[in-house]
T-cell receptor
Framework: GQQLNQSPQSMFIQEGEDVSMNCTSSSIFNTWLWYKQDPGEGPVLLIALYKAGELTSNGRLTAQFGITRKDSFLNISASIPSDVGIYFCAGPQIQGAQKLVFGQGTRLTINP | DGGITQSPKYLFRKEGQNVTLSCEQNLNHDAMYWYRQDPGQGLRLIYYSQIVNDFQKGDIAEGYSVSREKKESFPLTVTSAQKNPTAFYLC????????????FGQGTRLTVV
């Protein structure tokens, strides 16, 4: 099946810094989803992207659907302590039964 | 409020016992999913269902069973055949078709004692 590769696997930053993470695949996706998971909780959908080249913002978060449809990135500006968590990219598999494919996640740690 | 509810939040099981995790959604979603998450790891798909009375194995189905008798409900049974059942279990649901954003429950942390 399709696979998603997320990088970096972990990030250690200072409060106030900007963050950038990305997700790549060897095959195309028609939708890119970005989730955040707080410790001990279920993932929450942050941003959904539906069209190649689309750039979407949600507060301090900005995500883009790559032109090739094989990648996406998520930026967080001016990080704050509550941004700590695991960020996952995901996309509905195109061929076969519809199920979501997830990246391995990027763990964000912020030093105050 | 519309949403997806998992219960219980924490569950303890003796080795060798079966245990069932509950997942209910009132979002009228056709598809439902069960994922397993180990500490510091990503999400691994156990089972999924796209329609009532039908479900498919995911990547790590061994030692687990599910049923989908109602659209709203997708319980997961962790059987004694699961060798390492201690983990965080997440249930999700989504629409079928373009988009397909999944919405997750709060998770159940299962510990085998």
């Amino acid at each position: 099946g399709q696979q998603l590769n997320q990088s970096p696997q972990s990030m250690f930053i200072q409060e106030g810094e900007d963050v950038s993470m990305n997700c790549t695949s060897s095959s195309i996706f028609n939708t890119w989803l970005w989730y955040k998971q707080d410790p001990g909780e279920g993932p929450v959908l942050l941003i959904a992207l539906y069209k190649a080249g689309e750039l979407t913002s949600n507060g301090r978060l900005t995500a883009q659907f790559g032109i090739t449809r094989k990648d996406s990135f998520l930026n967080i500006s001016a990080s704050i302590p509550s941004d700590v968590g695991i960020y996952f990219c995901a996309g509905p598999q195109i061929q076969g039964a519809q199920k979501l494919v997830f990246g391995q996640g990027t763990r964000l740690t912020i030093n105050p | 409020d519309g949403g997806i509810t998992q219960s219980p939040k924490y569950l303890f099981r003796k080795e060798g016992q079966n245990v069932t995790l509950s997942c209910e959604q009132n979002l009228n979603h056709d598809a439902m999913y069960w994922y397993r998450q180990d500490p510091g790891q990503g999400l691994r798909l156990i089972y999924y269902s796209q329609i009532v009375n039908d479900f498919q194995k995911g990547d790590i189905a061994e030692g687990y069973s599910v049923s989908r008798e109602k659209k709203e409900s997708f319980p997961l049974t962790v059987t004694s055949a699961q060798k390492n059942p201690t983990a965080f279990y997440l249930c999700a649901s989504s629409i079928l078709g373009p988009g397909g954003e999944a919405f997750f429950g709060q998770g159940t942390r299962l510990t085998v004692v």
